[in-house]
């Protein structure tokens, strides 16, 4: 049976289109769906509430919005307690392409040797989006991927981003995308749960070093499409967004890279900067400014903590 594992906040009609999407995409497999909510503020609506009755949907309330990782795993727990051989986790952004689900499961279950499968992603039009990495994310790769460095760094850029390889032939990866996934039952065993020191961005990195260290193998399926419609819920906290990227960022580097703490302060002062030129033209981010500087130093002096 897979558990497919759904994660909301605010965005519930957006959830009920996935939902409706995922249960289309198993053709009459086994399933069970666990729609976490994250603490929203906003009521469920009525049309979500008949849905989930009359489909047997496991409802899943978070007492507090602790992020991407602390929600999936609520789903992930309840899932493994009812005996599913395998979970996806999905952002609620996602729609499913027939028979995406059941060829990821297809692949783990011919291929014992690997925990995580991603599906290939897609916008709207149908073009490829970034949905795999092709290496382990280092300092090295920080500072000339995830910063204006990219520019001069175009080629590793691309072959960072397997963008340098048919997005219609499958390969092992050191990592997919964290916006929808499938992992064997074995595999989250060892690998879960999920660290939720993050509370959006860099989860698929951590995922990806652990997976490494226990020797288990990441394959991406192009096989199995999802369409993903970006920002229905980050879009509404874009300051928030910028003040997550910058606290993800640091604890990453501290606690799993083990990095200088001159290397960190680095990154720090250049989102602060990058943070501040863009709240120029914004006035989001002109407003959020004062909350963003708070975390993010405070997110700064724990970088010690993690090191130790």
Known sequence: MTGII?????????????????????????YAVYLVDNASTEPMPDAVKQYIHANGVHFLQSKKNGGYASGNNIGIKKA????????????????????????????????????????????????????CCSMRTGMKEIFQIFTAAKLVFGRKWKRYYCLDRNPDKGRDVYYV?????????????????????????DEELIIGIRMAQRGLKTHYCPKAVVEHRHGHTTDRMKPFMFRCISESEMYYCSAYL????????????YRNL??????IRNKELRDY?????????????R??????
């Open 6 to 30: 759904i994660l909301n906040y605010q965005t519930w009609e957006t959830s009920l289109k996935c939902m409706k999407s995922a249960v289309r995409s198993m053709e009459g497999g086994a």
């Open 80 to 131: 493994l307690e009812d005996g599913c051989d395998y979970l996806l986790i999905s952002n609620n952004d996602i729609l499913f392409r027939e028979g995406a689900i059941q060829s990821m499961a297809a692949y783990l279950k011919s291929h014992p040797d690997t925990g995580i499968a991603g599906p290939k992603v897609v916008d709207r039009a149908g073009r490829a989006q970034y949905s």
């Open 177 to 201: 995308s964290g916006c929808c996934f499938m992992m064997s039952a074995a595999c989250a065993g060892q690998i879960t749960p999920l660290d939720e020191h993050t509370v959006l961005y």
């Open 258 to 269: 083990k990095a200088p703490l001159w290397q960190i302060f680095l990154l720090y002062q």
């Open 274 to 279: 990058l943070y501040t030129v863009r709240s």
């Open 289 to 301: 400014k004062k909350q963003y500087k708070q975390a993010v130093k405070a997110a700064w002096k």
């Open 303 to 308: 970088c010690r903590r993690y090191q130790t």
